[in-house]
């Protein structure tokens, strides 16, 4: 039996090489959100509003939800990816994503790599609002409710980040995985970090 029975892994940048999906959808769009991400580090709005101020920029720009879909198409999943979760799979190890990005992304990047579960953002309809499932300053509530669901022990969860919006799920976890890191703050909070874009890296603490 191996030591970990859940592994929730964040997506931009861990199971897709890119830092934000938002700011990916932005890029293909020609929209700018920068006035809304100084609000949001400013603390004078929460999560839910700067998604909604995003998905605002958007239809300002005539844009849909099959533009989404499109631009999509191009993304990559991370390499090693398939093989790391059929692995754990075999062992018994349930998987999820955990992300505050788009759920457009995560149900492609979890049908692509046969992961289970999907906890990610939504958009309602043709670009009318967000659904609010992982909040960013706080993901370590999903993984908590998530492990809570799934009858899995907080010292039996494993959570893999690259950012410092990941350490709430670092502190949900028995143990925290730093990959492809983008700042210090995670490094830090980590147990483990792995610098190499290669997922397969993983399994040499998860089926350790």
Wanted: glycine fraction near 8%; include cysteine.
């Amino acid at each position: 039996m191996t030591r970990y029975e859940l592994v929730a892994l964040d997506m931009d940048g861990v199971l897709v090489d890119m830092r934000s999906s938002w700011r990916y959808i932005h890029t293909c769009f020609a929209t700018d959100n920068r006035d809304t991400v100084q609000a949001y580090l400013r603390g004078d709005i929460g999560s839910r509003e700067f998604m909604e101020r995003d998905i605002a920029l958007w239809r300002r720009a005539n844009r849909c939800r099959a533009d989404l879909e499109k631009a999509f198409d191009r993304v990559a999943i991370m390499p090693g990816a398939r093989e790391c979760i059929q692995a754990l799979h075999e062992q018994g190890v349930a998987t999820a994503i955990v992300s505050g990005g788009l759920d457009i992304l995560a149900r492609r990047i979890a049908a692509q790599t046969g992961i289970r579960h999907v906890l990610a953002n939504g958009i309602h309809g043709e670009l009318e609002g967000s659904i609010t499932r992982v909040p960013i300053e706080d993901k370590g509530m999903a993984v908590r409710d998530l492990a809570t669901e799934l009858g899995v022990p907080r010292e039996r969860v494993a959570a893999v980040g690259n950012s410092r919006y990941d350490i709430s799920m670092f502190e949900a976890s028995g143990l925290g995985i730093a990959f492809n890191p983008c700042d210090q703050q995670v490094v830090e909070a980590a147990d483990v970090v792995i610098k190499e874009k290669d997922l397969t890296r993983l399994l040499d603490y998860l089926l350790a």
